[in-house]
């Protein structure tokens, strides 16, 4: 089993930014995927950046030159520093975690609300 836990979210204002952080406990290994998704009011929950094991990143087209993913395997956390954050950004926010051949973790966290507003 997984615990995940999500932090860091927030009210800010259009061009501003955040870092939220992730912890994962329980069966969680270094050889994890680790992910963000977002999920905005009447939308589907979207993934916007991944991290493997070895440190390879991927991001979805709406974030990409603007969010970095990052990890610290020894803490078994995931972080995403947001910048240049628009409107369309606000959402809640969430973590997950994967083996190499299998689907994302089926139990989610509570998220953290990242709110983007003048």
């Known amino acids: 089993q997984v615990q995940l836990v999500e932090s860091g979210g927030g009210l800010v204002q259009p061009g501003g930014s955040l870092r939220l952080s992730c912890a994962a406990s329980g069966s969680i290994f270094s050889e994890h995927t680790m992910g963000w998704y977002r999920q905005a009011p009447g939308k589907e929950r979207e993934l916007v950046a991944r991290?493997?094991?070895?440190?390879?990143?991927d991001y979805a087209d709406s974030v990409k030159g603007r969010f970095t993913i990052s990890r610290d395997n020894a803490k078994n956390t995931v972080y995403l520093q947001m910048n240049s954050l628009k409107p369309e950004d606000t959402a809640v926010y969430y973590c997950?975690?994967?083996?190499?051949?299998?689907?994302?973790?089926?139990?989610w966290g509570q998220g953290t609300q990242v709110t983007v507003s003048s």
């Open positions: 997950n975690v994967k083996a190499a051949f299998a689907p994302w973790y089926a139990y």
């Open positions: 991290i493997t094991n070895g440190g390879s990143t």
